[in-house]
């Protein structure tokens, strides 16, 4: 029973899992048959050509590719083609035709950016989406139509790779040579803009017609080979370039030395052109649209080609292009779109306009659900045949481009461009970082191959073709002629340009990197003097008179309107020159000028400290700092400022006293001469200074002054308030220098008004009578004038900046400005006070302040501890006060164990001894006493010779002393004692 059970319940489940898997089976049949088909239109040149079939044959191929990875998907697309046979009208015919007769939700295509402009305002009133593969042109974008759908490459997107090549190999300017149609103007606007944040300029614009001749392509390419330009940006068609390229080459323009770029247009279609096409393209360097070397592209290249011969057997070489692959992600993307909106029906509905409509244009039927299949698109992601794939603003967004070299048979990569870090060798590569305008240089390209098989990176600026030589302008000046001298010999008629000016010229054209053949011509009258003023001669080179113009030109704001000028090669600024007057003061106080009153007051104070500290050092050992008060104070001051002029007659005899007098002798040696010096200087150097610094002061008082003959200083100065009347011009640096002589008041002029290098050129020769002030004015120096864009701009203002910044500058300026005989220049006075201040000799009066302190704290130790006894030894009951009294006493008595005073001893008794021995041999019985004040030398000498055994010349025995007939000699040589004794020694 158990088995019959188990084996019928297996039975039943067998038979459910049977009738399940045959209900899915049913289900997903019924659904593949009740898909929905939806409508598109698909419009290409001819269906019969290559091109149009290769287009076709991809957009069939993705939407078999499409279907066959999603087969769960309701709604399939059906393709309704038509041909536009390269007429706008015709496209729109066809267009008109798809959306009214076949009710197609969208339209791939037309091909070409002229079609598409008409066939967007169709889709627009019918709202139905207009999805483009193949037009890139940037002016559709501007009909800002909802329903538009730009999947190809916007041509605006490659101009920064194109400004970046530019800038990258340094080129100045560009002339653009497009396809006069909407396809070559659209980019234009775009590439000028770019060029311009390169600093590059575009001279001129080279239009062709598409329906132009071979002779009327080659009378433009005639045009734009007399130009100096060499460097050309091509926007065309593959077939019209194909021919422009080819009679190019016909007159020697694919030869060395020029630089042909082309966009994308060119590159993207080389393969669909023969080897006659390419082999005329050779040099020319292009921007390519990137496509990933992914392993499903060549997947998918290698199941088109087989599945292109298979329905196309005669047709051998055909080849994807760019365009195709578009194509293929376009049907990719709408069917994709389409499935999102998917739906039981598309269908159309009359709109209310078009109810009386009484054309056909005006009753359009609309789509009922073209805004949510424009939402749809917008919102499209996939990763692309061609790359990934989005849309920003209804335009597919791209950032990377090749940069191709066409050499051989085809085109070679030698670098990328991208958005982000602009050129680059190779893709991912470390070695560029920063944006695509800073991040441009021709070192990050591969090895390019120019026309004519050149390897050297053209310089894009030649001669012109006809061979004439660059006129160079220069100005005639009759003074100043340093700058700029014009002579003519009558022998030979030959004129010589010479100067300042002119040597830097030569000097920057010498090291261009190429050669530069150029005449100079003076701006001259058939007398010879100057045609003109300066801004006479800028404007020359704006008529096209002159090439450039070399000289001392000003840079001016109102002359760069119409011309441009160089890097400056000489200093900036507009001065005034005027005479110098001598400020040397007269006063009878010029003796303390010297010294600033902070040094007087501390030499005063050292003066003080000095005569104090000798006043402790000698008070107690040497006679001539003692005495009574007024007498010691006078006698440390005098010692002290005596030592100012070395006159002092006092010794010093301590060590201590030596040491800082030493210091302080050699302080005063310097103060001294210093102090003499700078008193000479005061007194007979003279102080030479601008008698006025404001140009304002000579406008309120009405003063002439002078400005150079034909200069723009005479504008300037009408322009701040000078009457002309007050306003005289000169015309060298002698006829300047007279007029200052003389003055205002004498017919002269008060000051003179011009450019930094011409009054630097008058100081050189007039140094000692004028002074330089200012600026007053500011300008950017002198340069060289060329017409506004002009290619050697650039050139030579780089070859200016490495002249002035070499040897090569100073040179030319010992050349022409050092001359034997000049005096220095002497714009700048010195203004600054050359009084001798506290901070030249702080450090002397520290050293003397230093050597002071040590030997007071020297000679403090060593008295107090000599007389230690007074401090400890004393009565205990004895005060403070009472000790300190006590010591100052000791320190005001003589200190007579001190070596001075015994050696003074000495010395007196050597000096009196014959003297002394007459009046004791005739005097011995002169009792005589012992002096009670020893400080006498002449009493203790008697002394001395009274209480010795003998006499000096007997050798007996003195007699006994008599106290009533003692005498004693004081200090002054005064005697005192008995009357009798006194009378005694006198009479004797």
Known sequence: MINKKYTSNLYMYSLFILFFVLSSWFSSAMAQNQTIPVNVGVILHDLNLQVGKILLSCINMALSDFYASHTYYNTRLVLNTRESKRNVVSAASAALDLIENAHVQAILGPVTSMEESFVISLGEQAEVPIISFSATSPSLTSLRSSYFFQFAQNDSAQVKALSAVVKGFGWRQVVLIYVDNEFGEGVVPYL????????ARVPYRSIVSPSATDSQIVEELYKIMTMQTRVFIVHMTTDLSSRLFAKAKEIGMMSEGYVWLTTNSIPNSLKFLNSSAINSMQGVLGVQTYIPATVEFEEFKLRWKQQFRKDNPTIIDAELNIFALWAYDAAFALALAIEEVRTASFGFQ??????????????????????????????????????????????????????????????????????????MRKLGSPSSVNSSISSTSKGDLGPIIWPGDSISVPKGWVNPANGKKLRIGVPVEEGFTEFVSVTKDPSTNTTYVTGFSIDVFKAAVDILPYALSYELIPFANPDGTMAGTYNDLCYQVYLGKFDAVAGDVTIRGSRSLYVDFTMPYTESGVVMVVPLKDIRRKSAWVFLKPLTWDLWLTTSCFFVLIGFVVWVLEHRINADFRGPPSYQVGTSIWFSFSTMVFSHRERVVSNLARFVMIIWVFVMLILTQSYTANLASLLTVQKLYPVVTDLKHYLRNGDTVGYQNNTYIYDILREIGFDESKLKAYKSVEECDALLSKGSENGGIAAAIDETPNMKLFLAKYCSK????????????????????SPLLHDVSQAIL???????????????????????????????????????????????GVASVLALIIFLASFLYEHRHVLIHTDPGASTQGKFR??????????????????????????????????????????????SDSADPSSQFIGEQQNSTTTPSTGQEPAEVNPATEVDITNDGEMEGTPERAQHFFDC
């Open 770 to 789: 004028y002074t330089m002030v200012g600026p007053i004015f500011k300008t950017d120096g002198f340069a060289f004038v060329f017409p506004k864009g």
């Open 192 to 199: 000028t803009d770019a060029l311009q944040e390169v600093d």
């Open 350 to 423: 009359r709109s209310n306009a078009s109810i009386n409509s009484s054309t056909d244009l005006e009753s359009f039927e609309v789509s009922q659900y073209g805004p949510k299949l424009c939402q749809a698109l917008s919102l499209t992601r996939f990763e692309g045949i061609a790359g990934n794939f989005s849309l920003v603003d209804g335009q597919r967004q791209t950032s990377i481009f090749q940069i191709v070299n066409i050499n051989g048979r085809g085109a070679r990569t030698v670098g990328f461009w991208t958005l982000k870090n602009g050129i």
């Open 802 to 848: 490495n002249v002035t910044e070499g040897e090569v500058i100073l040179n030319i300026e010992n050349k022409w400005f050092n001359k034997e005989g000049s005096c220095q220049d002497n714009s700048n006075p010195g203004v600054s006070s050359n009084r001798l201040g506290l901070e030249t000799f702080w450090g002397l009066f520290l050293i003397a």
């Open 886 to 931: 006590t010591m100052l006493e000791i320190f005001n008595e003589k200190d007579f164990s001190s070596h001075t005073f015994k050696t003074t001893q000495r010395d007196r008794v050597a000096n009196m001894g014959d003297a002394v021995n007459a009046i004791l041999n005739n005097c011995l019985e002169i009792p005589l006493g012992d002096s």
